[in-house]
């Protein structure tokens, strides 16, 4: 009878501990900060036609800032702070190229860099569809509950089913 009874707090607190757990799911962060050669360079997960926020630093007071794709195309030109920080807006341009790119943001002769990962495109509907210009997102994004109710239930049915057996002297 004891030992029923320990199997059974052992499999609740399996059960438990199951549950509780939770999962980690991927964010895009299209926040990253520029730096200068020599350190690690940020990476950033886009899609054509998404736009990105480029920061940096160490631009003369009110420095006119190119920033620039790998292949040359011009993404924007606008002026540093006075404290020679700069914060600006990009598209990644529709044309690009899956895989790993190059942003440049240039202010005299400070030159500070951004890779950017290009993922592939967004994904529409068809124009005359209903329900949205985006494509419907489907399925569960947290799954840890239904998996922990399901361990939590095949461990409290062996406890069970152990606890259950007769031994030959009963």
């Known amino acids: 009878m004891k030992r029923t009874k320990l199997l059974l ?5 399996a059960l438990l501990l199951v549950i509780s757990g939770g999962t980690a799911n991927a ?3 299209t ?11 940020p990476i950033v997960d886009v899609v ?11 631009c ?3 420095a006119s800032v190119l920033v620039t794709y790998d292949d040359g195309t011009a993404l924007g030109t606008f002026t540093a702070e006075a404290d020679g920080t700069f ?6 341009p529709s044309s690009s190229t899956l895989g790993e790119h190059l942003v440049t943001a240039t202010c005299d002769d400070v ?9 592939g495109e967004s994904v529409t509907n068809n124009p005359g569809s209903t329900g949205g210009t985006t494509l419907a997102r489907t399925g569960s994004s947290n799954t840890a509950p239904l ?8 461990i409290l049915g062996a406890a069970f089913l152990y606890g259950s057996r007769r031994t030959a002297a009963e």
């Not at 054509?48 to 160490?58: K, L, M």
């Not at 030159?111 to 993922?119: A, M, P, T, W």
């Open 60 to 62: 003369a007071a009110g």
């Open 111 to 119: 030159q500070q860099y951004l890779r950017v990962n290009v993922l």
């Open 31 to 41: 926040t990253a900060p520029t730096t200068t050669p020599g350190g690690d360079i």
């Open 87 to 92: 914060l600006t807006t990009i598209t990644i």
């Open 9 to 13: 707090g052992l499999a609740v607190a």
């Open 48 to 58: 054509r036609g998404q736009t990105v926020d480029v920061t940096g630093d160490n």
């Open 147 to 154: 998996v922990g109710i399901g361990a939590g239930a095949l």
């Open 27 to 29: 964010q895009y962060d």
